[in-house]
């Protein structure tokens, strides 16, 4: 059976101006245009402030628009947070949730990600929740264990393949240029997508992508790897030309 259509989706973190946003925005519009409609599902995901300049630039393409954190609540006294229906109404359809980032920086719990994943659909918008590993972690034997505790804890139960996407980030690979071997990522990939499968009734379907320093030179290897459809890129997808690079080497499904 073919595996779900691949993501590939940009995280472009606390990076760049107003100008460069809408400008690599134009950029991935073009060239997912000129790919035609058949290849990967894309999505960026710019910083809060830039959302309405990026989705002028994306408006008409078939590239999505997305958001790197939201918060569990529709409203209220949050001082600088930012709700999922305010995403949804700025455009959106997707939300990073978990990213290993926050869950570092901002001490998000399991707990935490899983509220804020529940948000996200109750506003209509698919999560994408991430999880991983330390390298102390797999160092020392405890990968799976770890993953399978976050999966546990941090996705909400009343998710499907419409709207959740998980993330398999290890903590070691971002930003470093270390990658997991195939066979690492596989193994990975094949416990979530177990896990998966035994919680949602469609969980064979749902998406799972690997993320951590997927560049031009690594990614189509790393996305032809069983049970990875897609990939979650952050340093790589700053600029069109290797972002392109990565969407070409997506499987076509
Ligand atoms: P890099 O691709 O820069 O390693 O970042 C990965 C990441 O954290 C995406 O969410």
């Given at each position: 059976?073919?595996g779900?259509k691949?993501?590939?989706?940009?995280?472009?973190?606390?990076n760049?101006?107003?100008a460069?946003?809408a400008?690599?925005?134009g950029?991935?519009?073009?060239?997912?245009?000129?790919?035609?409609?058949?290849?990967?599902?894309?999505l960026?995901?710019?910083p809060?402030?830039?959302?309405?300049?990026v989705?002028?630039?994306?408006s008409g393409s078939?590239?999505?628009?997305g958001a790197?954190?939201?918060h569990?609540?529709?409203g209220g006294a949050?001082?600088?947070d930012?709700?999922a229906?305010?995403?949804?109404?700025?455009?959106?359809?997707?939300?990073l949730?978990?990213?290993?980032e926050r869950r570092?920086l901002?001490?998000e719990?399991?707990?935490?990600?899983?509220?804020k994943?529940?948000?996200?659909?109750?506003?209509?918008l698919?999560?994408i929740?991430?999880?991983?590993?330390t390298?102390?972690?797999r160092?020392?034997?405890?990968?799976?264990a770890v993953?399978a505790g976050?999966?546990?804890g941090?996705?909400?139960?009343d998710?499907?393949?419409?709207?959740?996407v998980?993330a398999?980030?290890?903590?070691?690979?971002i930003?470093?240029?270390?990658t997991?071997?195939?066979?690492q990522?596989?193994?990975?990939?094949g416990?979530i997508?177990?896990?998966?499968?035994g919680?949602?009734?469609?969980?064979?379907?749902?998406?799972?992508?690997?993320?951590g320093?997927?560049n031009?030179?690594?990614?189509?290897?790393?996305?032809?790897v069983?049970?990875?459809d897609?990939?979650?890129?952050?340093?790589a997808?700053?600029?069109a030309?290797?972002?392109?690079?990565?969407?070409?080497?997506a499987p076509r499904?």
């Amino acid at each position: 059976m073919p595996g779900p259509k691949p993501l590939i989706a940009g995280n472009w973190k606390m990076n760049g101006r107003l100008a460069d946003a809408a400008k690599l925005a134009g950029a991935v519009a073009a060239s997912v245009r000129a790919l035609g409609p058949d290849g990967a599902d894309v999505l960026v995901c710019p910083p809060f402030p830039h959302l309405g300049a990026v989705g002028q630039a994306l408006s008409g393409s078939r590239v999505h628009l997305g958001a790197q954190d939201c918060h569990a609540e529709a409203g209220g006294a949050f001082t600088g947070d930012v709700a999922a229906e305010m995403l949804k109404d700025a455009g959106c359809s997707f939300v990073l949730v978990g990213h290993s980032e926050r869950r570092a920086l901002h001490a998000e719990t399991d707990g935490v990600v899983q509220a804020k994943a529940r948000a996200a659909l109750r506003a209509g918008l698919t999560a994408i929740v991430c999880v991983g590993e330390t390298l102390s972690e797999r160092d020392g034997g405890r990968t799976l264990a770890v993953v399978a505790g976050q999966l546990a804890g941090s996705l909400p139960d009343d998710a499907n393949a419409g709207n959740l996407v998980v993330a398999y980030e290890p903590v070691w690979a971002i930003g470093t240029g270390r990658t997991p071997t195939t066979a690492q990522v596989a193994e990975v990939h094949g416990a979530i997508r177990a896990g998966l499968s035994g919680r949602f009734k469609d969980g064979a379907k749902l998406r799972i992508l690997y993320g951590g320093s997927v560049n031009a030179l690594n990614a189509a290897e790393l996305l032809a790897v069983a049970d990875v459809d897609g990939a979650l890129v952050g340093g790589a997808s700053l600029r069109a030309d290797t972002f392109e690079t990565i969407i070409k080497a997506a499987p076509r499904r």
